[in-house]
């Protein structure tokens, strides 16, 4: 069996398990707490204490967890052990007739009825609301990728740029002990990266040769033109840091701000290592794809100045035990790489 089929197949198991744990918890719980109700019931003199309201304390709880498949049975079980039990073990105290245990599990198995409903029918509402939530976070993501996409187009032939950065930062994040939906967060936020490149035109984006001092000082601004367009609300917040801040270096030295160590949000400091270790292995106009062993050595070269060194330490152990998501094609290249300035393009 595939492994994300075993996972899913474990990981139903264990969901079941817990259930199954639930139920029987609930169950003692209920029973619990009748008896308990049956027994203050009987020390305090006998069924006419208003201590008979008691009863509505496992009906309810019943009624929270299970809803009225619960309650019911909740019901019938507190009426029984509130009203004729006493009697039949022999016990003192028990002064009520048959009407008026009657009339008690009226009450009970109304409550039980009332209370499992509303539960029930708060259960289903918020089912709704769950999937109304996915489904505009789903939107939010499509939109996300339709946009990255877009500003791909202008840079590369395949667009698949911005998707394996995202996985590669989406496990980054995760490994340096990120909550695993901020990782996923930080993945998709990722892709938007160099969406500002939309407003740098082609012939310097896919200029062959190097740039000339002033096509630099326009490409370099495609950090503040990728926070321009991501300022649009709050959903894009970590994508707008990222954008802004993804070219920032360790020592200070990068752009736009020149932040450096902490004062750059780790979540850029994350796609600063992705998006270099993937450009390095990727075609461009201005250099050949190299092999992960190279750019890997190329990251470590350069950490503490460009990069993160905890972050690449971390990244070269993922890629050394098999837990990074590398493309199947890196390779060697015997193509001259142009070391002058081809770091500053990643
Ligand atoms: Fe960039």
Request: charged share 20%; proline share 5%.
């Given at each position: 069996m595939p492994v994300a089929g075993l996972a899913s197949v474990t990981a139903a198991a264990s969901a079941e398990r817990a259930g199954t744990r639930r139920a029987i918890v609930t169950a003692v719980a209920v029973a619990a707490l009748a008896m308990t109700g049956f027994a203050l019931i009987r020390i305090s003199g006998g069924s006419p204490t208003p201590l008979n309201h008691l009863g509505y304390a496992p009906i309810l709880l019943a009624a929270y967890v299970y809803g009225l498949r619960g309650s019911l049975p909740a019901a019938v079980l507190v009426s029984v052990l509130f009203g004729p039990t006493a009697a039949w073990l022999g016990m003192p105290g028990g002064l009520e007739g048959p009407q008026a245990w009657l009339i008690r599990a009226v009450f009970f198995v109304g409550i039980s009825v009332v209370g499992g409903g509303l539960?029930?029918?708060?259960?289903?509402?918020?089912?709704?609301?769950?999937?109304?939530?996915?489904?505009?976070?789903?939107?939010?993501?499509?939109?996300?990728?339709?946009?990255?996409?877009?500003?791909?187009?202008?840079?590369?032939?395949?667009?698949?740029?911005?998707?394996?950065v995202r996985s590669l930062a989406e496990v980054l994040a995760e490994s340096a002990d990120m909550p695993t939906d901020e990782?996923?967060?930080?993945?998709?936020?990722?892709?938007?990266?160099?969406?500002?490149?939309?407003?740098?035109?082609?012939?310097?984006?896919?200029?062959?040769?190097p740039l000339t001092s002033e096509e630099w000082d326009l490409m370099r601004r495609h950090t503040v033109f990728g926070e321009a367009i991501l300022s649009v609300g709050e959903g894009f917040e970590t994508a707008r840091r990222i954008a802004r801040w993804h070219h920032e270096n360790f020592d200070g030295s990068g752009y736009p701000d020149g932040l450096r160590r902490e004062q750059i949000p780790l979540p850029a400091r994350i796609v600063r290592v992705a998006d270099a270790f993937d450009a390095m292995t990727s075609d461009r106009p201005y250099h050949t794809a190299r092999s992960a062993e190279w750019a890997l050595a190329e990251l470590q070269r350069h950490a503490s100045t460009q990069f993160d060194p905890d972050l690449v330490a971390l990244f070269v152990y993922l890629a050394e035990t098999g837990r990074l998501p590398l493309r199947n094609d890196n390779r060697s290249s015997d193509f001259a790489y142009r070391a002058s300035g081809a770091t500053e393009r990643y």
């Amino acid at each position: 069996m595939p492994v994300a089929g075993l996972a899913s197949v474990t990981a139903a198991a264990s969901a079941e398990r817990a259930g199954t744990r639930r139920a029987i918890v609930t169950a003692v719980a209920v029973a619990a707490l009748a008896m308990t109700g049956f027994a203050l019931i009987r020390i305090s003199g006998g069924s006419p204490t208003p201590l008979n309201h008691l009863g509505y304390a496992p009906i309810l709880l019943a009624a929270y967890v299970y809803g009225l498949r619960g309650s019911l049975p909740a019901a019938v079980l507190v009426s029984v052990l509130f009203g004729p039990t006493a009697a039949w073990l022999g016990m003192p105290g028990g002064l009520e007739g048959p009407q008026a245990w009657l009339i008690r599990a009226v009450f009970f198995v109304g409550i039980s009825v009332v209370g499992g409903g509303l539960f029930d029918q708060l259960r289903s509402h918020i089912a709704a609301w769950q999937t109304a939530a996915v489904t505009i976070a789903q939107r939010e993501r499509d939109g996300m990728v339709a946009l990255a996409r877009g500003a791909e187009a202008k840079d590369t032939d395949t667009g698949d740029h911005i998707q394996r950065v995202r996985s590669l930062a989406e496990v980054l994040a995760e490994s340096a002990d990120m909550p695993t939906d901020e990782a996923e967060a930080i993945g998709w936020a990722a892709m938007l990266h160099d969406v500002g490149k939309l407003h740098i035109p082609d012939r310097i984006l896919l200029k062959p040769a190097p740039l000339t001092s002033e096509e630099w000082d326009l490409m370099r601004r495609h950090t503040v033109f990728g926070e321009a367009i991501l300022s649009v609300g709050e959903g894009f917040e970590t994508a707008r840091r990222i954008a802004r801040w993804h070219h920032e270096n360790f020592d200070g030295s990068g752009y736009p701000d020149g932040l450096r160590r902490e004062q750059i949000p780790l979540p850029a400091r994350i796609v600063r290592v992705a998006d270099a270790f993937d450009a390095m292995t990727s075609d461009r106009p201005y250099h050949t794809a190299r092999s992960a062993e190279w750019a890997l050595a190329e990251l470590q070269r350069h950490a503490s100045t460009q990069f993160d060194p905890d972050l690449v330490a971390l990244f070269v152990y993922l890629a050394e035990t098999g837990r990074l998501p590398l493309r199947n094609d890196n390779r060697s290249s015997d193509f001259a790489y142009r070391a002058s300035g081809a770091t500053e393009r990643y």
